[in-house]
C-alpha cells in the first residue's frame, strides 16, 4: 500500500508543471523549513584553493545557522554544468536534478537563460536584496550585455588589473599599445591562459576593445557586425606578440593559478587576473614577492559580476535559495573582500548597511598590491557572449593547434 500510495503521489507529482511545486522566495519562513536537512551541490570553479576554502567557511556557517549542507562539485569548466542540465532535460528530468547552484557568467548563463534553463527570478526577493547596491553599480543587472532579471543573484564583482613585479618593472605599460612595445622590448616576459579558459580568452576581448577605434561594436552580437573585419587588428595584433611570449608563444599556461605561478617563479614579469586583491592574497601567504603591484590600464580594463544560479530541475531549490542569500549576508561578504581570505570585491552599498556590518568593511586592509576603489579606473563592460565564444574558437584555430 506504502509503495502504492507513493507510486500514485510521484506519478501526480511529475505530471504537474516544474514549477508548480517550487519554493517562493517571497515567503521566506517557508523557505527556510523546507530547506532545512537538505544537501545543496554548488556547482563551482575549483581551480583556486583559495577559494574551495572560501566555499568550505561557507558551507559551515550554511551548516550552523539553517542546517544546510553545502556540497562544492569542483568544476574545470562552468560548461561541464550547464552540459549535465541540459542533458537531464533531454532525458525527460525536469525534477530532482543533480546540479542545485552554480557559480556562473558570461556565455553559460545567457546559454542557460535563453534555454529556460534556470529557476526563478528569485535574487530581488531574497532577504538581503535590499543591501545590494544596484544604483552605483547598475552593471549588477546586466551580465554581458544581458539583463540578469534575477535569474541570477550577484555575489562578487570583479575588473582586470595587471599584476607586475616593480622590482623588474619599474614603469610597467599602462594601456594595451604600451604593453605591445614592452613584449617587443622584454621577449618571454609575458603570456596568457590559452582560450578557451575565461582568463586567456579575457585578455583576447581586453586587446580587442584597446585595437579597436569604435569598442561600442563588442556589446551587440558578433553576428550583427563583419566579423572579420572586426577582429583583424585583433590578430594582427596577437601575431606580432606572438614570437616574443613567454616560450615563444609555442606552449601557454591553463588558467590563472598556472599564470600566477609563472609571475611568482619569476618566468614572466607580468600577469594579470579578475580579482583586484589576488596579489595582495598571495604576498600575505608568501606565494609572491613583496614588491609585486597591480594596475590597470588607462582606457580601462574588462569588469563584471559572478552570479549565483539555480537550475530549472535542481532537488534543493530551497537550500540554493538559502545558500544565495546567505552569501549576500554581509559578513561573508566582508569575508570575501578580505585580501587574505580572497579579495573579491563586494556587492553590498556601504550606505546600506548597519554600522556593526560597515565596520567589519572598514577594518579590512586592502593590502600592499591593492588598489584603492578610485584608482580602479574605468570598467568596460563585458562584450556580447558570443564574442567570447567565437574568438576563442578562432583563437584555437590560428594559434592552438601548433601547442
Known sequence: MRFLSCAAACAMAFSLPATAQTPDPANWPAVLEEARGQTVYWHAWGGDPRI????????????????????????????????????????????????????????????????????????????????????????????????????????????????????????????????????????????????????????????LYGVLDDPTVLLGPSEAVDYDAVTAPLWAFLDEITPNLWRSGRAYPANEPALGQLLADGEVDIGFSFNPGRASAAISDGELPDTVRTMVFEEGTLANSSYLSIPYNAANQAGALVLANLILDPEIQALAQDPAVLGFQTVLGMDRLA??????????????????????????????????????????ERYGTAQ
Not at 355 to 366: G, K, M, Q, S, T
Request: hydrophobic share 45%.
Open 355 to 396: 554600522p556593526v556590518d560597515r565596520a567589519r568593511f572598514d577594518a579590512l586592509e586592502l593590502g600592499i598590491a591593492t588598489l584603492a576603489p578610485d584608482e580602479m579606473g574605468t570598467g568596460l563592460l563585458e562584450p556580447h557572449p558570443s564574442w567570447m565564444t567565437r574568438i576563442a574558437a578562432d583563437w584555437t
Open 52 to 207: 574551495n576554502a572560501f566555499i568550505e567557511e561557507v558551507g559551515a556557517e550554511l551548516s550552523q545557522r539553517h542546517g544546510v549542507t553545502l556540497e562544492h562539485v569542483r568544476l574545470a569548466d562552468t560548461a561541464d554544468a550547464v552540459t549535465r542540465v541540459v542533458s537531464e532535460r533531454a532525458a525527460g528530468r525536469d525534477t530532482g536534478g543533480a546540479v542545485d547552484a552554480i557559480w556562473i557568467n558570461g556565455a553559460n548563463f545567457a546559454s542557460m537563460k535563453e534555454q529556460g534553463l534556470l529557476f526563478g527570478p528569485f535574487a530581488e526577493s531574497l532577504p538581503n536584496w535590499p543591501l545590494v547596491d544596484t544604483d552605483a553599480n547598475p552593471a549588477i543587472l546586466i551580465d554581458f550585455t544581458l539583463p540578469v532579471e534575477g535569474y541570477g543573484s550577484p555575489w562578487a564583482m570583479f575588473q582586470m588589473v595587471f599584476e607586475y613585479d616593480s622590482a623588474a618593472v619599474p614603469e610597467p605599460p599602462r594601456s594595451l599599445e604600451a604593453l605591445r612595445t614592452w613584449i617587443a622590448d622584454n621577449p618571454g616576459r609575458f603570456t596568457y591562459p590559452q582560450p578557451p579558459d575565461f582568463l586567456g580568452t579575457s585578455f583576447l576581448k581586453q586587446a
